[in-house]
């Protein structure tokens, strides 16, 4: 089979990338060994904000909420299917391995394509913890399966993955604690804003254990230490699902790179700002090259690569990538924050605004939350970080201004709808 352009992979990535390769006159192959849609389809970004969802409508039926999840998913996945049976594209499932540069075998097929894109993904990232071959030790994926509410859950990890299933579980009920190795949760957000964001959590149950590691994982207890003061504390959970949130890897497990002689190391396959590989038709969007593990991320790459291929330009700003985690409350952030300024030692301003002073806030009762706005000295935005209601489309705002290099009189000048939480960004901004 020979073929314009061979994606290998059918998340968020592959099966954009698909789609706009093929309106663009190009035919297309895509390689899925697993589900259309990927892990953010399948076993991620949907079906965790499903349950997020769920945890705040209904968080007495767990069952229900993991049949309503099971069931938009399978109507998503049925969506991408179509997709990727719309005239241009072909669909090839099994393990794609490369021959040479130009060959890849899928299965019992053999594609020679003139271009490649590799958007393979991610897995969950196992960290070297005696016991960790525990029968009760868990990743995102089969928490995700779980078929009836833990009465308690240990979860090691508050990054993004961690710090949602320690909201979902908490407010269906589980006992949830949480154990992490870093001084404080999300490390990629501000600091005071993720302080603040694991109080509010903390508020609903769950029991953080922060500056700590774990050492070993038994059948009744989870053994960690503390990073300052080296005190160990043994932890009784028996019977109760241990979650590994340590973070993820990229996927690129069978895909026989070394044939085909693209570079790559444990951190993921090496690319330029227009995700050419070592070879310069080959290609790698998304987990994969573990730069930006965000499903939209991967999409922005995709674009960029088929654009690239095309000979076309854009205006895509890969440095600009907004990201957020939907706990209860949810958190979003785009951009340098305060610390990140503070870090790089280049001056900034700090501006704040926050929920209870405005009114939307507090007709749809939601008054936890805070939004922070770093600057330059000559008030070009830089960045925003978040929590509370609307976190994520208030960040979504600022990272809109940053592409067109607003400021913050800009943005003071914008009129906003009334009532609306994005109304704490204008008047931040106000004189």
């Not at 099966?15 to 953010?40: H, K, W």
């Not at 009836?148 to 961690?162: C, K, N, R």
């Not at 993820?248 to 444990?266: F, M």
């Amino acid at each position: 089979m020979k073929t314009d352009l061979l994606i290998i992979g059918s998340g968020p990535g592959g099966y954009r990338a698909a789609g706009y390769a093929a309106r663009n006159g190009l035919s297309v192959v895509v390689a899925e060994r697993d589900q259309a849609g990927g892990t953010c389809l399948n076993a991620g970004c949907i079906p965790t904000k499903c349950l997020a969802h769920d945890a705040s409508a209904a968080p007495s039926d767990f069952a229900s909420a993991m049949e309503r999840k099971a069931l938009v998913t399978q109507q998503l996945r049925t969506g991408v299917e179509q997709l990727l049976s719309a005239p241009g594209i072909t669909l090839v499932k099994g393990q794609a391995a490369f021959t040479d540069e130009h060959t890849v075998t899928i299965g019992d097929t053999i594609v020679e394509a003139d271009n490649i894109i590799i958007a393979t993904g991610s897995e969950s990232r196992m960290p070297p913890i005696t016991g960790i071959d525990n029968p009760r030790v868990i990743t995102s994926t089969e928490a995700l399966q779980l078929q009836s509410l833990p009465e308690t859950m240990v979860i090691v990890g508050a990054g993004v993955i961690g710090m949602e299933f320690a909201s979902i579980l908490a407010r269906f009920g589980s006992k949830v604690t949480v154990i992490e190795y870093l001084k404080e949760c999300l490390p990629m957000f501000d600091k005071d804003i993720a302080k603040r964001l694991r109080k509010a959590i903390e508020k609903q149950g769950v029991t953080f254990f922060m500056d700590s590691a774990v050492s070993e994982i038994t059948d009744e207890e989870v053994i960690f230490k503390s990073n300052k003061t080296g005190a160990e504390t043994r932890l009784p959970c028996a019977g109760a699902p241990v979650l590994i949130a340590t973070g993820r890897k990229p996927s690129v497990e069978g895909l026989n790179l070394e044939a085909a002689v693209v570079d790559y190391d444990a951190k993921g396959i090496k690319t330029d700002d227009c995700l050419r590989t070592s070879q310069p038709h080959i290609y790698a969007i998304g987990d994969v090259t573990g730069k930006q593990m965000l499903a939209h991320a991967a999409t922005a790459m995709g674009f960029r690569a088929v654009n690239t291929i095309l000979g076309k330009s854009d205006k895509i700003r890969l440095d600009i990538m907004p990201s957020a985690v939907f706990t209860y409350p949810e958190a979003a952030t785009v951009g340098l924050s305060e610390d990140a300024c503070k870090q790089l030692g280049k001056p900034c301003k700090c501006l704040k605004g926050y929920h209870r002073a405005n009114g939307k806030a507090l007709a749809i009762a939601e008054p936890e939350g805070m939004v922070k706005i770093t600057a330059d000295t000559d008030g070009t935005i830089l960045g925003c970080t978040a929590y509370g209601a609307h976190s994520a489309d208030m960040v979504q705002e600022i990272a809109a201004l940053m592409n067109c290099n607003a400021t913050t009189d800009d943005l003071a000048s914008i009129i906003h709808i009334h009532p609306t939480l994005s109304e704490i960004l204008q008047d931040m901004c106000l004189g």
